[in-house]
C-alpha cells in the first residue's frame, strides 16, 4: 500500500497479522499461526516488497515441546 491509501493487495497466502514495516521500508515483519490444529503456534514471517519473497524468520517450533494445556483448565488470578 502506498503512503496515500492506494494500491492496496494482500501479501500473505494463509493470513498473517501484527506487519511492520523495515525501518528501510524494503521489508514487512508479520507473524503467521503455522499449526494446523488446536491452538496456535506463531512464527515471524518476513516480506520482502521488491522481490514478492516471503520466509520465515526461524524455522516452526519442534513438535517435540510439551503441548500446554487448555486455557479452560487454568486457573484464573485476579488482582
Same mark, same amino acid.
Request: glycine share 8%; hydrophobic share 35%.
Given at each position: 500500500?502506498?503512503? *496515500?491509501?492506494?494500491?492496496? $493487495?494482500?501479501?500473505?497466502?494463509?493470513?498473517?497479522?501484527?506487519?511492520? !514495516?523495515?525501518?528501510?521500508? +524494503?521489508?514487512? @515483519?508479520? $507473524? $503467521?499461526?503455522?499449526?494446523?490444529?488446536?491452538?496456535?503456534?506463531?512464527?515471524?514471517?518476513?516480506?520482502?516488497? %521488491?522481490?514478492? +519473497?516471503? %520466509?520465515? =524468520? !526461524?524455522? %516452526? @517450533?519442534? *513438535?517435540? =515441546?510439551?503441548?500446554?494445556?487448555? @486455557? %479452560?483448565? +487454568?486457573?484464573?488470578?485476579?488482582?
Amino acid at each position: 500500500m502506498r503512503s *496515500d491509501d492506494t494500491e492496496v $493487495r494482500q501479501i500473505t497466502r494463509l493470513g498473517g497479522d501484527i506487519p511492520r !514495516w523495515s525501518y528501510d521500508g +524494503q521489508q514487512i @515483519l508479520y $507473524r $503467521r499461526d503455522v499449526h494446523k490444529g488446536e491452538g496456535a503456534r506463531y512464527v515471524p514471517f518476513v516480506y520482502d516488497v %521488491a522481490t514478492g +519473497q516471503r %520466509a520465515p =524468520l !526461524w524455522p %516452526a @517450533l519442534p *513438535d517435540s =515441546l510439551p503441548p500446554f494445556p487448555p @486455557l %479452560a483448565t +487454568q486457573k484464573r488470578v485476579l488482582p
